[in-house]
């Protein structure tokens, strides 16, 4: 990039912000927001952890219910699309799930996916009549709009993910060729154009892609697992990163005894912990690993009465950022019914700290009456 054209691009990222546009979706965690200020244009992120933290439901929260809320809060500032290659459930259970997230963050109702889909007993005429009303249907339909739910593996090999996403992009935007001579024998020039860019017809369009998780990828043909994520990882998603301005997001899984050997504390995870093909981790711009003390047994973490806290209690842990901030934890309270977070007080703050332990009593008692 000439010196020209860089400092067009500067002044033009800073007109943005002057003219009330933005250049990220915004963070729900600003605590973070130096490291991470949130969803960037043509940036890699990935979402890693242990089975059964709870990885997908930070992925969800971060990076499927957030910036979906705020494109419909904020119309006409982005334009937003995502892909979200749901390998682990089924598309019923990922829309449940959004579901019952509105339903907390909106209406204070705290209503599981379970619940929801009347597993063991009838979701209650209350909660038919909000999920009947005009809000809630304008956002389900917004997210539908918006979020291409894909289960199907048959689209779901690196190739059909390629496809589709590239596909996508070519009708809503102009790839840049430039022509250059190339010697192809001695004396002998031939002229040949490279694809060197991408622009999309909404310069604010933000395009997320979402495996989950990248280890259930179906193979190529003749490819093992290893060479089958590696090619989705280094020749596809880099290339839709830096050619086509896709985010691609990928969950993957953590191994359990790395994280014992070499982990800050046991279960924590790390960039070498990284399951199914470490390779990719080079790849990747933001690494975050999500940690429950309370999975491995211990009694207290960083000051917190992990005891008392239980499973409401989880740690963000950045563990890459081409920026900075590797090695940056965050406490957050974590309710899995709802598929919500939020930033723990600090554990000096006992009024705070109370208000949380008398909160998580409460609904223990609701979710049996018999104790305490």
């Known amino acids: 990039m000439e010196s020209n054209e860089y400092i067009s691009y500067l002044e033009r990222r800073r007109q943005k912000l002057i003219d ?5 979706i915004p963070t729900p965690f600003p605590e973070l927001e130096d490291y991470y200020p949130g969803i960037e244009q043509k940036t890699y992120y990935c979402v890693t952890a242990n089975t059964g933290i709870g990885k997908s439901q930070i992925m969800s929260f971060m990076f499927l ?8 809060e904020n119309p006409g500032l982005i334009d937003l699309h995502i892909f979200y290659y749901a390998l682990e459930e089924p598309e019923e259970d990922i829309t449940s799930r959004f579901v019952s997230y509105l339903l907390f963050v909106k209406y204070n109702k705290r209503i599981s996916k379970k619940q929801l889909s009347s597993v063991t007993s009838p979701v209650s005429d209350d909660i038919m009549k909000i999920i009947r009303s005009e809000p809630i249907v304008d956002l389900l339909n917004f997210f539908n709009e918006h979020v291409e739910i894909i289960c199907d593996h048959s689209e779901c090999n690196p190739t059909g993910i390629y496809k589709t996403c590239k596909s996508f992009a070519k ?14 024998m001695e004396g002998v020039y031939e002229e040949r154009k490279r694809l060197v860019g991408f622009t999309p017809d909404n310069p604010n369009s933000y395009w997320l892609v979402i495996v989950d998780h990248i280890g259930l990828v179906p193979n190529e043909k003749s490819m093992d697992e290893y060479d089958n994520i590696k090619m989705l990882s280094k020749d596809y998603f880099i290339e839709l990163r830096n050619i086509y301005g ?7 899984q953590q191994t359990f005894d790395e994280n014992e050997e070499k982990g800050r504390g046991a279960g924590e995870p790390t960039m070498s912990g990284i399951a199914d093909c470490k390779a990719i981790s080079r790849d990747f711009n933001i690494v975050l690993g999500l940690h429950s003390p309370y999975f491995f047994k211990k009694p207290t973490y960083k000051g917190y009465n992990i005891n008392m806290l239980e499973d409401s209690f989880r740690s963000l842990i950045m563990l890459k950022g081409r920026d900075g901030g590797a090695g940056k ?13 939020k930033t ?6 006992m009024a705070k700290i109370k208000e949380i332990y008398e909160y998580i009593k409460k609904i223990k008692k609701k979710r049996n009456p018999k104790a305490g």
């Open 20 to 24: 009330g546009e933005i250049n990220c």
């Open 171 to 184: 009708r809503h935007g102009k790839e840049i060729f430039k022509t250059r001579k190339t010697e192809v």
């Open 344 to 349: 723990m007080p600090s554990p000096d703050n």
């Open 329 to 341: 934890t965050l406490p957050l309270y974590f309710d899995g019914c709802s598929t919500f977070f």
């Open 65 to 72: 219910f957030s910036p979906v809320i705020y494109a419909y």
């Open 246 to 252: 896709f985010s691609p997001v990928v969950v993957a």
